[in-house]
């Protein structure tokens, strides 16, 4: 797994795109259901599939034009990858989020695990990028050295 990561071929600004992409949704909707709670039922609406299609399409508009589809595909799998987490965890309220808004208020969750449990993986995360980091400084060091004797031979 680890080696899928380290040979994609995104730059800083493509992983800066994709992370923005997996806190928009929080970024849209939970701010503003903390300072106005008593319209929280319009800003869960901004949680919502077709509110964040939208909105990743008016952030891409904000490109130069043949970088736009590519900031709306990094953007919006950063969307689904956030969804995905959200469909897997268990929230207060047993109807889930809205899904399918405006179309249907149908909502469901697997219910694997609370919000607050998916920070316990963090140190494990942390773990496998410092391995990783390790693991490729000794990959590069083996490589040059094979090329110095190579080079003398």
């Known amino acids: 797994m680890l080696n899928l990561v380290r040979k994609r071929s995104w730059d800083k600004y493509s992983v800066c795109l994709f992370l923005l992409g997996a806190m928009l949704p929080d970024i849209l909707s939970r ?3 903390s300072i106005f709670p008593q ?3 319009f800003f869960r609406t901004m949680h919502t599939p077709i509110v964040l299609v939208l909105s990743c399409k008016a952030f891409s508009q904000f490109f130069e034009v043949h970088y ?3 900031v ?3 953007v919006g799998l950063g969307i689904i990858v956030h969804y995905l987490l959200d469909f897997l965890q268990k929230t207060v309220n047993s109807g889930g989020y809205q ?3 405006p179309f249907s208020s149908w909502g469901y969750q697997f219910g694997l695990f609370w919000q607050k449990e998916s920070l316990n993986i ?3 995360l942390v773990l496998l990028v410092l391995i990783d980091i390790i693991l490729q400084k000794k990959r590069f060091f083996l490589l040059k050295l094979k090329k110095f004797f ?3 031979s």
């Open 150 to 152: 190579l080079h003398i």
């Open 99 to 101: 899904w399918l808004f």
């Open 72 to 74: 709306f595909k990094l």
């Open 39 to 41: 319209y929280h039922w």
């Open 122 to 124: 963090v140190p494990l």
């Open 68 to 70: 736009r589809t590519y």
């Open 31 to 33: 701010p503003f259901q």
